[in-house]
């Protein structure tokens, strides 16, 4: 039960300029490990996220998601993403924004199971706001929330902590670690973070479009 990427290319056209995106990229994210994802801006990464969830498909090679057909068919409790924009419903408060996936996977109490997921990350305190009545650290913290609150399979997220500081990406990495992947959640980051890179069990780099370090 593994979430892998084999041979994964993906080309764009920048005008007449081809952009070779992923060149033949390989990755393997386990159950119960943390995988950081590494590379400068342009080296392939979100590319590479997308093509791991659905949201692009590769030019050739091949993404495997357990118990989906394709990566688009995998459902939120198969793998969760945390994206770059959080993507929160400002009609809904905190607590109802992370009871979403919870509510559609028949949670008996999803809004319960909401603010005790949000409390894990030190948000209970804010359950009733409204996202545009929070900081944007509290927001990326909620978007968090909103993917583990089934306790997916696999969570993805991209640069989770990117607006947090130290102390509070600390505290969000030890709970991917401690809670999500101690029970069996495998977690693929990306990230400039250190913090991030401290709490890898692996870190993959990304150079160009290719694997350079594993």
Not at 4 to 20: F, I, L, M, N, W
Not at 127 to 141: N, W
């Amino acid at each position: 039960m593994t979430l892998t990427a084999t041979d994964v290319s993906k080309t764009y056209r920048r005008g007449r300029e081809q952009v070779h995106a992923l060149r033949g990229v390989s990755i393997a994210v386990r159950p119960g490990e943390v995988v950081a994802l590494l590379g400068r801006s342009g080296s392939g990464k979100t590319t590479l996220l997308n093509c791991l969830l659905g949201w692009e498909t590769p030019d050739a090679g091949s993404v495997q998601v357990p118990g989906a057909p394709t990566p688009a068919a995998a459902d939120w409790s198969t793998v969760a993403v945390v994206p770059q924009r959080f993507g929160l419903l400002d009609e809904l408060s905190l607590a109802d924004n992370v009871a979403l996936p919870a509510r559609l996977a028949g949670a008996p109490d999803p809004r319960e199971t909401a603010v005790a997921t949000l409390g894990t990350l030190r948000l209970a305190h804010l359950a009733d706001r409204m996202p545009d009545e929070v900081s944007l650290g509290e927001q990326q913290r909620t978007a968090i929330a909103r993917a583990l609150v089934v306790r997916p399979s696999f969570l993805i997220a991209d640069e989770p902590t990117g607006r947090l500081d130290e102390e509070l990406s600390t505290h969000v990495l030890t709970t991917l670690r401690e809670v999500y992947a101690a029970a069996g959640t495998g977690v693929l980051v990306a990230s400039h973070d250190p913090v991030v890179v401290a709490a890898a069990d692996r870190v993959v780099r990304l150079s160009d479009g290719q694997v350079v370090d594993d």
